[in-house]
Nanobody, 118 residues
């Protein structure tokens, strides 16, 4: 069973930065083959994709975070990161980490709150 634990959320002023981490366990030696993604859900809104890094090394970003957020992974540490710069009030949400590998289940972390004050 894959388990994901996010950390690094908090309260930051607009224009500031945060770095989220997601540590995975239970993937064994094949963490590098998982697609790892960051999603967020703001109050009253649906969960949406923020960024994803595939097992093959490609990355995809939501349009509204391009140029501000960077997703990266350290396969030796079974960890994926989300560096968030130039934060805006509209980035306020609970951020979730997800691990997926076709055709298996997608696993989710418990989420970490990010609050950006304007």
């Amino acid at each position: 069973q894959v388990q994901l634990v996010e950390s690094g959320g908090g309260l930051v002023q607009a224009g500031g930065s945060l770095r989220l981490s997601c540590a995975a366990s239970g993937t064994g030696s094949i963490f590098s083959t998982y697609d790892m993604g960051w999603y967020r859900q703001a109050p009253g809104k649906q969960r949406e994709l923020v960024a994803i890094t595939s097992g093959g090394g490609s990355t995809t970003y939501a349009n509204d975070v391009k140029g501000r957020f960077t997703i990266s992974r350290d396969n030796a540490k079974n960890t994926v990161y989300l560096q968030m710069n130039s934060l805006k009030a509209e980035d306020t949400a609970v951020y979730y980490c997800a691990a997926s590998r076709v055709p298996y289940n997608t696993y989710w972390g418990q989420g970490t709150q990010v609050t950006v004050s304007s």
